[in-house]
């Protein structure tokens, strides 16, 4: 996908999560990448990197990639997804939902002590 | 220092805004078709033949999306209301731009909707725009065994169309190995074959598009009349 403007609508989220928690200045963020969101998170590294230049203080962003998890309809387990085989890994069964993975997600915020 | 767990869809508006699309338009009676494939493998093509086979019986129109040029749209004119949308170099339609044209093209109230999207297998996949059903196009001449390389787009797609079947006997193209491959990443996927240039397989793919508009309209009918009595 287009890491850039993942990055810019990153730091637009971080902007209405600063004015929901204005206790103190976020100073670091947890990224979590889907395996299947469409977006690679070296370069999604990068797209943030060249936005921090913008951004005084640095954020310190951690940015990690999870894998695709479904849970499956028929006997109720959850299934790590490998190579993108749609099965649940239990039973064999096709009918299965994923429930994580599609997307990218801010997880967590760290926030500055006020001064 | 203090960490809070947010969990923050970062794509949660874009979401919620193609929702809200979604549900205006088949509470007025319009079904919306996302359309995707690569770059030539016929969208434009079953578009005006879908065109021709509803005519007098289903109102269809169409917004095209491209880089540049308004191609499509010129191709399209005769036959249905159409827009072009150019990006100018987005490799993939976003829903504000979807509505935008929508509205330019006097926001009209048809049975069908198709946004015909920019030729890419990729970035579409990402993109809600909005749409009750997402249909992808593999052509005979793009080979069987794409679908695994492109899992999100067909693992969020819920039908599969293999076009240019006129061209089957000049190309190792096996349907079954294609569906096959398709069904392995969505089982879910209803699978139809057609020749624009044969016009052949348009009508059971219509009589599809019919039917998924009729049960989602008669599932909101449903709804409504519960509601009612609450």
Known sequence: ?115 | MRTIIVRRDIQAEAKRDAEVEREELILRGTFVVNLVSSPGSGKTSLLAEMARFWRNRFSMAVLVGDLETDRDAQRLAPFCPVTQLTTGGACHLELPLVHRGRMALGDPLVDFLFIENIGNLVCPASHDLGEHLRVVMLSVTDGDDKPGKYPKMFRTSHSLVISKFDLAPYVPFVVEAAINDAKSIQPNLACFVISSLNQTGIDTFCSYLEEQRANLLALLKQKRAVDATL
């Open chain 1, 1 to 115: 996908m287009h890491e850039r403007s993942v990055a810019k609508n990153i730091l637009r989220e971080m902007e209405e999560l600063g004015q929901e928690y204005p206790q103190g200045r976020i100073a670091a963020v947890e990224i979590e990448v889907g395996l299947m969101s469409g977006v690679d998170a070296s370069l999604l590294a990068s797209a943030l990197e060249i936005e921090q230049d913008r951004m005084q203080p640095r954020i310190d962003f951690q940015i990690h990639t999870v894998s695709l998890l479904a849970h499956c309809g028929p006997c109720g387990k959850t299934s790590q997804i490998e190579s993108f085989v749609f099965s649940c890994i239990h039973c064999g069964s096709q009918q299965i939902d994923i429930t994580q993975g599609e997307s990218v997600r801010i997880l967590t915020i760290t926030l500055d002590d006020p001064s």
